[in-house]
């Protein structure tokens, strides 16, 4: 039987190298990493997802890789990594690495052979055009600080496509090398202990643009291949899709004989519910929310699942609202130009954004709360701050904040970190940090940390059907999720004042409280129908006809 344990995973987001410093050089390394696994632990978390840590020439965060099989010399060793994998199965923590093979950075020495020869085994590994393509700004991805899709190789004497930054060159993935290749990198990472990976890009990787000649081949067959691989050399092994897809297109991702197709991938981040969440935040409303949840196409299969969050590495990504809805959230939650990007998104942290702790906590409680499974991004669990003067999505990718002392606790250095740990204000490191936090009630990393521990108790929000409760006032989103037999329902106020609601749940006998804010006094069960008292940003969890302590 197939072990479908991120159905009810909590995953956890990390940049090594912004994490913790070990050897004192002012960047994150493993054996830091190694060293901090008591707090991703103690948060709760189930997997932790590593942001690229391949070498690499680090124009772009690490998405620019040179060599797949291997270790960024700053932050340490395949040794060093191995290591980190041991403790992190010690402490019962999956390990999931991003896969970005979409495209290599062009210091690879596959596209430096493919550039300098026109015969060489690696030419065609590539997408080429030896004339000028007619539209070289077609499909730019980054507006604004990118200026084109194809970029005139001297060297080489062609024009070669890159959907990002010039200095990404594109993998064909029309060429059958390739499509080995990246079967031969999982199956390496898979050997070192990882239990999946997060695939970048999935929208471009399985794409044929840019080609004289597109293959007669489903370009979507990849993701199949990929699949089978993955279950014969590692049973459990998961693929995580980084999609900002239409709905109608989930299910070509998901595949599965539901939609007439093999298995693909097990988890899609869900992008238009991340986004509705932050209309439903600037609004104090549930409806967009609401309307999110119902354009969810039916299914996915049994062995598939949405992967939800509120923020990530890069930008938070307006692009599926319309253009006054996503004003609304500019105008919300980033009305400085300086605070959006790409014009389509916000570069701005979790905790700045929303302002009020209660309103991250509401925040927080929500992602764990939404049928699927939940992705955090690092320092979001104790309310991090972030750094508009770093350039484009480095805003909020700063230094782990653990202590107010040198560096946050982040590095020994003299020298200057990676990144500047974020200092100034409420939410630098002299105020906010995980030493203020840990074991002091009412603080977020407490919450949030009660949140993982009630979320990974309820199964049916992973495994079950969920439901959209009706006739609450708009300012709620109430939500029941049903597995063999059981029931939890959700109560969440989006407005910052309070409200009352009586959901109407049938035959329930009492409510039980799992979870509530500290405002909550009241523990002995609830009656079907009484009406239940939610305080501006305030939620409630209750396992319905629960055994009453």
């Given at each position: 039987m197939m072990d479908l344990w991120y159905k009810n995973a909590v995953i956890y987001c990390l940049d090594v190298e912004t994490y913790m410093d070990a050897s004192g050089d002012g960047v994150g390394d493993f054996r830091g990493l190694e060293h901090r696994l008591d707090h991703v632990e103690g948060l709760g978390a189930t997997a932790v997802w590593l942001n690229p840590f391949y070498p690499t020439p680090n124009r772009d965060n690490g998405y620019d890789i040179t060599d797949f099989y291997g270790v960024d010399p700053r932050l340490g060793n395949p040794g060093d990594f191995v290591a980190f994998s041991r403790a992190a199965a010690d402490r019962g923590l999956k390990v999931i690495v991003d896969l970005v093979v979409n495209h290599t950075s062009t210091d690879h020495p596959w596209f430096?052979?493919?550039?300098?020869?026109?015969?060489?085994?690696?030419?065609?590994?590539?997408?080429?055009?030896?004339?000028?393509?007619?539209?070289?700004?077609?499909?730019?991805?980054?507006?604004?600080v990118q200026e084109a899709v194809w970029t005139f190789d001297e060297t080489a004497g062609a024009?070669?496509?890159?959907?990002f930054y010039e200095h990404q060159a594109d993998l064909n993935i029309a060429n059958s090398d390739v499509r080995a290749e990246i079967l031969k990198i999982m199956g390496y990472w898979l050997e070192l202990g990882v239990s999946g990976f997060r695939i970048?890009?999935?929208?471009?990787?399985?794409?044929?643009?840019?080609?004289?000649?597109e293959?007669?081949?489903?370009?979507?067959?990849?993701?199949?291949?990929m699949r089978d691989f993955l279950s014969w050399r590692r049973a459990g092994a998961i693929m995580l899709a980084e999609a900002n897809i239409?709905?109608?297109?989930?299910?070509?991702?998901?595949?599965?004989?539901?939609?007439?197709?093999?298995?693909?991938?097990?988890?899609i981040l869900d992008f238009p519910l991340n986004q509705a969440l932050w209309l439903g935040f600037a609004r104090g409303q549930a409806e967009p929310v609401i309307r999110a949840l119902g354009t969810r196409p039916e299914g996915p299969p049994v062995q598939a699942?949405?992967?939800?969050?509120?923020?990530?590495?890069?930008?938070?990504?307006?692009?599926?609202?319309?253009?006054?809805?996503?004003?609304?959230?500019?105008?919300?939650?980033?009305?400085?130009?300086?605070?959006?990007?790409?014009?389509?998104?916000?570069?701005?942290?979790?905790?700045?954004?929303?302002?009020?702790?209660?309103?991250?906590?509401?925040?927080?409680?929500?992602?764990?709360?939404?049928?699927?499974?939940?992705?955090?991004?690092?320092?979001?669990?104790?309310?991090?701050?972030?750094?508009?003067?770093?350039?484009?999505r480095d805003a909020v990718r700063t230094p782990m904040q653990w202590a107010d002392e040198h560096r946050g606790g982040f590095s020994r250095a003299d020298c200057d970190p990676v990144r500047p740990v974020v200092e100034e204000g409420p939410l630098g490191f002299h105020e906010t940090s995980v030493a203020a936090q840990r074991g002091r009630p009412g603080s977020l990393l407490s919450r949030v940390q009660q949140m993982v521990?009630?979320?990974?108790?309820?199964?049916?929000?992973?495994?079950?059907?969920?439901?959209?409760?009706?006739?609450?006032?708009?300012?709620?989103?109430?939500l029941e999720s049903?597995?063999?037999?059981?029931?939890?329902?959700?109560?969440?106020?989006?407005?910052?004042?309070?409200?009352?609601?009586?959901?109407?749940?049938?035959?329930?006998?009492?409510?039980?409280?799992?979870?509530?804010?500290?405002?909550?006094?009241?523990?002995?069960?609830?009656?079907?129908?009484?009406?239940?008292?939610l305080p501006g940003y305030g939620y409630r969890w209750y396992r319905v006809d629960g055994e009453r302590a």
């Open positions: 430096q052979s493919a550039r300098s020869d026109p015969d060489s085994p690696y030419r065609d590994w590539y997408v080429w055009s030896e004339e000028k393509p007619e539209d070289i700004t077609e499909g730019i991805i980054f507006p604004g024009w070669y496509m890159h959907r970048d890009a999935v929208p471009f990787l399985i794409e044929y643009k840019g080609l004289k000649e293959p007669d081949r489903d370009p979507h067959l990849l993701l199949s291949e239409e709905r109608e297109k989930a299910p070509e991702y998901f595949g599965g004989r539901e939609f007439g197709a093999d298995e693909r991938m097990h988890l699942q949405w992967a939800t969050f509120l923020r990530n590495h890069d930008e938070l990504s307006l692009d599926k609202l319309s253009e006054a809805e996503r004003q609304e959230v500019f105008d919300a939650f980033g009305p400085e130009e300086d605070m959006q990007l790409y014009g389509r998104g916000l570069r701005r942290r979790l905790a700045p954004m929303l302002g009020d702790t209660d309103r991250v906590a509401l925040a927080q409680s929500l992602l764990f709360a939404l049928p699927g499974t939940p992705v955090m991004w690092y320092g979001d669990e104790i309310g991090m701050g972030e750094d508009l003067s770093q350039p484009e521990r009630t979320r990974r108790a309820c199964p049916e929000i992973g495994w079950g059907e969920t439901r959209v409760l009706e006739g609450l006032p708009a300012e709620v989103l109430g049903r597995w063999r037999g059981a029931r939890v329902v959700t109560l969440h106020n989006f407005s910052g004042e309070p409200v009352t609601c009586a959901p109407d749940l049938g035959d329930a006998h009492h409510l039980v409280s799992l979870l509530g804010g500290p405002d909550e006094a009241a523990r002995d069960p609830i009656p079907p129908g009484a009406e239940i008292a």
